[in-house]
């Protein structure tokens, strides 16, 4: 079992920079993929950022690539988001989620089988 805890959202103008961090509790969180996902309203979930176990191999949805990057300290069971020249189209709940067992990148969304209850990012133009 892993449970999740994101904090570091907020209200934030046009052009200015966030970082989210998702605190894991459990066993399992260093030997899993993890991912950064979001949902505005009226959409669907969609991926932001993914990391594999170890953190050497990264994926991000076009929309924020050169943005944002995703990291993770295993130590501190803890997955990172910076998120810099935010854009009021960034404005979203952000989820993130583990996939345990999972040693590379996870694409999917419905193979991530733990999810934090998530914060909202607002940005204003």
């Known amino acids: 079992q892993v449970q999740l805890v994101e904090s570091g959202g907020g209200l934030v103008q046009a052009g200015g920079s966030l970082r989210l961090s998702c605190a894991a509790s459990g066993r399992t969180f260093s030997s899993g993929a993890m991912g950064w996902f979001r949902q505005a309203p009226g959409k669907e979930r969609e991926v932001v950022a993914l990391?594999?176990?170890?953190?050497?191999?990264?994926y991000y949805s076009d929309s924020v690539k050169g943005r944002f990057t995703i990291s993770r300290d295993n130590a501190k069971n803890t997955v990172y988001l910076q998120m810099n020249n935010l854009k009021p189209e960034d404005t979203a709940v952000y989820y993130c989620?583990?996939?345990?067992?999972?040693?590379?990148?996870?694409?999917?969304?419905?193979?991530?089988?733990?999810w934090g209850q998530g914060t909202q990012v607002t940005v204003s133009s």
């Open positions: 989620a583990a996939a345990p067992g999972r040693y590379t990148i996870v694409r999917a969304i419905n193979d991530y089988n733990y």
């Open positions: 990391i594999s176990w170890g953190g050497g191999l990264t």
